[in-house]
C-alpha cells in the first residue's frame, strides 16, 4: 500500500533581502495511514517549515509532496494543521462552536451535519459546556482543545500538528498529550506530530524521526517499541522508555555537532527498517 | 466613581450655562452679540414648534446621511480592494497621500458650479471629506491581519471571499468603526459648512438667516442645536461600535484567565 503522505528529497531555502536561509535541505521520510509520527528536531531545524510545506501553505524549492499519492500544491482537502499560537489561531469574533464550525462550512454539509460534528468533536475534546463562550474566556489550555476540536470536526485524513503543546504548562501539556493519543487511538486518525521535546516525541509517537541541525536532513528513524497503553505515570518511568529518550536525545547531540549517527547508539535502539 | 463623575460634569455645564447668563446681564459683553442663556433657550423653544426648523434639521439630517452612506460604503470596498489586490495599494499610495489632505471646503466653488444649490452639492462636500477617515482607516485594519490566523483559514481551504468575510473584515472592523465614527462628526461638520456657505436647505442655511435678519437669539439657538447633533451622533457611534465590537481587547476588558 502507499504512504498515506510521502516525502522526498524535500528542500526549502527563503530568500529576500539579500539573504539566502536553507532552512530545510534534504527530507525523505514517509507516513503509513492510521500512524502517528513525532518528527523531533533542535530548535531552528525547520520544523515548522516542513509543516508549513505538507500543509501546502509553503511551496519547496524542490522535492515533492505527494498526500494520498497526489502532488500537494496548495492546501489539500483531508488536511487539518494545529498551530503552536493556538491564541492567533483562534478568530475571537466567534464564539468556540462557530471557530470549529468554520472550516466545515467550505464543505458540502448540512447545517444539522455541521452541528452534529461540532457537537462531537466539543465532546471527545470534554469541551461540550464551552461551545457558547469565546476562545479569550477560556485557558491556554482549553483554547488548544478548541483548535484540535476544530480539526476533528474537519474529519481529516491526517492531522498535523505543530508544536502544538509548546505554550502550556506542564500539567495542562501532559493531559493534552493523552488526549492526542487517545483520540488517535479511538478515531484511528494519521497525524504527523512536531516537537522540540524528546521525552512528548517518545511518549506520544510509534515512531520518531529525528531531524538534524540546519541545513537539515533525517538523522534518524526510530520505531518506538513502548506498548499501546501508556500513561504519564508507568510509562515515563519504564527503562524501555529512557533507553529511548537517551538514543533520541544522543542522536540530537550528534546532529548538532555536525554528525551523522555515531556510536549507532549504546542504548541499543533499533532505528526503523522501513524509511 | 460614574456617578461622581456624572455629577461633576452636569455641575460644570450648569457653571457654564449660569457664566452664558450672567456675562452678558452685566454688561461685559453686548447683548445684542451675545444674548443670556435665557433668551438662547427661549429662541431654541420657539424654533422647535416651528415646522421650518424641522424641515430644516430633516435637510441637514438626508445630507449628512446620505453623504456618510456612501463615503462608509466607497471607503470600505476601496479599502479592502486596495488591500486584497496585488500591487494596487502601492501603486495607489501615492495618490491618496496628494488627494487626502485637500480641504472639502476648497472644492465648494466646484460643488457650485456642477450642482448648485441642489442636495448634490451638499452630497460632494460630505463624501470627500469623510471618505478618506473611512479608507485609511480601513487600510490600517486590513493590514492588521494576522499571518497565523489567514495560515489557519488558507489551511482549512477557505477561498479568498471566505478569507475577506471571516478573517479579513472581522479584524479590519474596530478600524472600520473608529473611521466611521470619525467620519460621522466629519460629514455633520460639512453638511453645515455647506448650507451655511452656498444656502443649500438645512440648519446651515437657517443659520444664515437668521444672522442676516439680526435674529441673533435663534442663531445662537441654532448653533446649540448643531451642538447636540454632534453630541447625538457621536454617543450613537459608540454605542453602535460597543455593540459590534463586544469580542474586541477595548471593549471587553480583562479577563481572568
Sequence with gaps: ?275 | MKGLNAALGAAGLAAFLALGEVVPRTGLVKESYFPPTSRIASALGDEITDGAFWSALGDTLTGWAIGLAIAVGAGVVVGVLVSVVPYLREATASTIEFLRPIPSVALIPLAVLLYGTELRSVLLLVVYASFWQVLIQTLYGVQDVDPVAEETARSYGLGTWARVRYVLWPTALPYVMTGVRLAAAVALILAITAELVIGAPGLGQQIAVAQSSQAVPEMYALIVVTGLLGLLINVGARTVERRALAWHQSVRGEVAV
Design chain 1, 1 to 275: 500500500m502507499d504512504a498515506l503522505l510521502d516525502i522526498s528529497g524535500l528542500r526549502k531555502v527563503y530568500e529576500g533581502s539579500g539573504r539566502r536561509v536553507e532552512a530545510v535541505r534534504d527530507l525523505t521520510f514517509t507516513v503509513e495511514s492510521g500512524e502517528l509520527v513525532c518528527v523531533v528536531g533542535p530548535s531552528g531545524c525547520g520544523k515548522t517549515t516542513l509543516l508549513k510545506c505538507l500543509g501546502g501553505l509553503l511551496a519547496p524549492t524542490a522535492g515533492r509532496v505527494l498526500f494520498a499519492g497526489k502532488p500537494v500544491s496548495g492546501p489539500p482537502p483531508g488536511m487539518a494543521l494545529v498551530f503552536q499560537e493556538y491564541g492567533r489561531s483562534l478568530f475571537p469574533w466567534m464564539r468556540v462552536a462557530e471557530n470549529v464550525e468554520l472550516p466545515l462550512k467550505q464543505k458540502d454539509l448540512s447545517k444539522a451535519r455541521r452541528r452534529e460534528l461540532v457537537a462531537d468533536a466539543l465532546a471527545s475534546v470534554g469541551l461540550a459546556d464551552a461551545a457558547g463562550a469565546y476562545p479569550w474566556q477560556l485557558s491556554g489550555g482549553m483554547q488548544q482543545r478548541v483548535a484540535i476540536a476544530r480539526a476533528l470536526a474537519y474529519e481529516p485524513d491526517v492531522l498535523l500538528m505543530d508544536e502544538p503543546f509548546a505554550a502550556v504548562d506542564a500539567q495542562t501539556r501532559a493531559d493534552l498529550e493523552d488526549l492526542v493519543r487517545g483520540l488517535w487511538r479511538e478515531r484511528g486518525i494519521t497525524i504527523l506530530f512536531v516537537t522540540h521535546d524528546i521525552d512528548e516525541a517518545v511518549y506520544l509517537g510509534e515512531r520518531v524521526v529525528v531531524l538534524s541541525a540546519s541545513p537539515t536532513v533525517v538523522q534518524e528513524q526510530l520505531k518506538v517499541d513502548l506498548p499501546d497503553e501508556r500513561d504519564q505515570l508507568t510509562t515515563r518511568v519504564a527503562p524501555r522508555f529512557a533507553e529511548l529518550r537517551t538514543h533520541v536525545y544522543e542522536q540530537i547531540q550528534a546532529a548538532k555537532r555536525g554528525k551523522a549517527d555515531p556510536a549507532g547508539g549504546k542504548a541499543d535502539a533499533e532505528p526503523a527498517d522501513r524509511p
